[in-house]
């Protein structure tokens, strides 16, 4: 295998790392970077690789919040099934973040399952990655100013109920249709509408790609193994993109949950918006 590939695959990490938790669209930016610099592989293989490499980024959430999200222990357990025997290992309020979790999962995961394929031919193009950008990016934008100075209505993860939750999962239902919406963007932009704090927001955002992920990465293993099989090489460049993600999140995530406490995602709206009008303008141009 070529070394150049390597370096090739390096750099998709870089870029999925960073992007999938900023909200400007992992999937855009890696739509986008695939048109400029294209790997030796595969169409099969690389449209498994593009969501299979989140595996690496999502393992960053699970190190980082372990404490939060592991739902068994005796130890800082606030909420215990029991007070005593089995029942006070288990952290009944982390139990029910998931079961919160699972319920804003619902819609992405049946339109994931059933019309794949149908989406990813009709909206994966820099058309679609463009228009989202700049319309999340403007969306960002409205929601900061109108919010701006107001009180937050849910500051923990604990008042997120499954009203709440339902409708963050319509959210990113958006950004399961559309590439270039991102996520993160969609899930955050639903939370702070819904009255959620940035931090709150955010945090869920992460938790919430952990069975997202996790299970599109699944369908598309399973799908690629079925009618594929990894060519020299391949193998490599997938373990190294996933390598690299992981350790570019560890720090993107630290970053972003340091800034928001301070910033609001007005800077991210700007960005999403001049990056959207720069891709159309090079897709008229026929650069990419």
């Known amino acids: 295998m070529e070394f150049i590939e390597i370096l090739k695959a390096i750099l998709f990490g870089i870029v999925e790392g960073i992007t999938e938790w900023l909200p400007i669209s992992s999937t855009g930016h890696m739509i986008l970077l695939n048109e400029v610099i294209r790997l030796k592989v595969s169409e099969e293989f690389y449209s498994m690789f593009e969501v299979v490499i989140q595996l690496g980024a999502i ?13 068994f222990g005796k130890k800082n357990n606030k909420e215990p099934l029991a007070k005593s025997g089995a029942g006070a290992y288990v952290k009944w ?24 394929d149908i989406l990813e031919a009709w909206f994966y193009n820099y058309q679609t990655v463009a228009i989202m950008l700049i319309l ?4 960002f934008n409205v929601i900061e100013n109108k919010h701006q100075g107001k009180a937050a209505k849910v500051t923990t993860l604990e008042g997120i109920d499954y009203r709440l939750a339902f409708w963050i999962g319509m959210f990113q239902l ?11 963007g969609a899930t955050i932009v639903g939370a702070l ?18 069975p997202v992920m996790f299970g599109a990465s699944l369908l598309k293993g399973v799908k690629f193994l079925a009618e ?9 460049i997938l373990l190294v ?9 560890l720090l993107v995530i630290k970053f972003l949950m340091g800034y928001i406490k301070k910033h609001d995602f007005k800077v991210f709206g700007w960005y999403r918006i001049v990056l959207g009008a720069i891709v159309l303008i090079c897709g008229i141009m026929g650069i990419i």
Request: aromatic share 14%.
């Open 59 to 71: 393992m960053a959430v699970v190190i980082l919040f372990w404490n939060q999200i592991w739902p």
């Open 93 to 116: 309020d982390i139990f029910k973040l998931w079961f919160h979790i699972l319920v804003s999962c619902v819609p992405a995961a049946i339109v994931g399952i059933l019309f794949d």
């Open 136 to 139: 999340f990016g403007i969306a």
């Open 174 to 184: 958006i950004a399961a249709i559309f590439p270039g919406t991102s996520r993160s």
């Open 193 to 210: 509408l819904l009255g959620v704090s940035r931090t709150v927001a955010a945090e869920y955002t992460f938790f919430l790609a952990i």
């Open 228 to 236: 594929s099989s990894l060519a020299q090489g391949e193998g490599m």
């Open 241 to 249: 993109g996933m390598v690299v993600a992981f350790a570019v999140s």
